[in-house]
């Protein structure tokens, strides 16, 4: 079994996104007891809410159910409870590493887009204060980065 955290600032828009694609991915594929995720925000101020509105409906229309609700990143905890821990943007590796106690933490941190096959992007961008196309890029690039994810970690 290999445990996934997806990270990023509030947890309310892409980390969510990301759990949600994951897991219709791994169930697709049948990997459901060999791949498990969970995300995380590193600011706090949505904790104990559910996902943003809008990247619940836009991940609706895809199929996509978000039930997660918010929590902030944990270091004491979250580094000994992950394999992989996978920030959406470059700020978010950073807080990461920031967070990291020891070497063998540095080592889970990934960047999201460093797993895309067909896209090119060098991070998932943040929708929250943006128009309706920014969600849709969200998901385009979660779909992407999980493929690859998940053909590597098989
Ligand atoms: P997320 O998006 O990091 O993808 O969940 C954001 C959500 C909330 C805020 C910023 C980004 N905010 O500033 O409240």
């Given at each position: 079994m290999k445990k996934i955290l997806f990270v990023c600032l509030g947890n309310i828009c892409r980390s969510p996104s990301a759990e949600a694609v994951f897991n219709a991915?791994?169930?697709?594929?049948?990997?459901?007891?060999?791949l498990q995720c969970?995300?995380?925000?590193?600011?706090?101020y949505h904790v104990g809410e559910r996902a943003?509105?809008?990247m619940r409906q836009f991940g609706l229309k895809r199929g996509y159910n978000l039930t997660s609700i918010s929590r902030a990143f944990d270091p004491k905890s979250d580094f000994d409870q992950f394999d992989y821990i996978i920030g959406m943007d470059r700020q978010n590796v950073r807080d990461l590493q920031r967070m990291a106690g020891n070497e063998i933490d540095r080592k889970k941190i990934h960047l999201m887009t460093d797993f895309?096959?067909?896209?090119?992007?060098?991070?998932?961008?943040?929708?929250y204060y943006g128009g309706d196309a920014g969600f849709e890029l969200v998901l385009d690039i979660l779909e992407d980065a999980c493929e690859g994810l998940i053909r590597k970690l098989q």
């Open positions: 991915m791994v169930a697709k594929d049948g990997l459901v007891k060999e969970d995300s995380a925000g590193t600011a706090a943003d509105y809008r895309c096959i067909g896209k090119k992007y060098d991070s998932v961008p943040d929708p």
